[in-house]
């Protein structure tokens, strides 16, 4: 791994009673798409090799991880969509995503590990751990759901506007994508609060 940099492991996990789940989210940043969140409760015993900060994974090793963990983990998955987005902002709708999460677990966990320094309001005891993803194995397999998850999403909407690249960017601000929307303009799905966006559609006549 560049920079000998270390591995997620079971340790934080290891601190609470009963079940946990981790939670990471995917897409906070882009221009277009929903922000997409998973929680995780990983089983110790059946924890598949190789769980890392999805961005350390290659494409193909995060999908045959996603793939794994569906069939050996208790998964939850959440979005929160353009509309709530631009409506209570992007922090909110991450916050609202992660909840969607957790409620859409199969079982309700003991305690709650969130990527990040804030933490989503859950009927659990939850802790923050920023870069939370390259430390624990439970946030590093909820980044990976949600990365695949989100991905999967932006590959049918860009089968329905191929002109802004979305396969290839998954909505983020991409050189390609923000000549595209210049030419373009924006689609339903691009967030308005944004101000790529914002500029592009106060420049429309």
């Known amino acids: 791994m560049a920079g000998g940099a270390s591995k997620p492991t079971f340790d934080q996990e290891r601190f609470f009673a009963g079940p946990v ?3 990471d989210e995917a897409g906070r940043g882009p221009l277009a798409g929903p922000v ?5 409760i990983l089983d110790p015993d059946q924890t598949p090799d190789g769980l890392d900060d999805s961005k350390r994974l290659t494409a193909a090793k995060r999908q045959m991880l996603r793939d794994r963990l569906l069939s050996v983990a208790r998964v939850g998955v959440g979005t929160a969509s353009v509309s ?4 209570i ?9 992660m909840r ?10 003991h305690a709650a590990l969130v990527d990040g320094n804030r933490c989503p309001d859950l009927p659990c005891p939850t802790q923050a751990v920023v870069k939370g993803d390259q430390k624990c194995l439970s946030i ?5 759901v949600a990365k695949v998850h989100r991905d999967e999403l932006m590959t049918d909407l860009a089968d329905k506007f191929p002109a802004y690249g979305w396969r290839r960017n998954a909505g983020y601000g991409t ?7 210049q030419t373009h303009g924006a689609t339903p799905h691009h967030r308005r609060s944004f101000a790529p966006v914002r500029t592009v559609l106060a420049q429309t006549p």
């Open 21 to 23: 789940c981790g939670i």
């Open 175 to 181: 050189a390609e994508h923000l000549a595209a929307l």
């Open 84 to 87: 709530e987005i631009d409506e």
């Open 89 to 97: 902002n992007i922090l909110h709708a991450t916050m609202l995503a």
């Open 140 to 144: 590093a397999a909820a980044s990976i």
């Open 36 to 40: 997409v969140a998973a929680a995780v």
């Open 100 to 109: 969607r999460a957790f409620q859409n677990l199969p079982v309700t966990p």
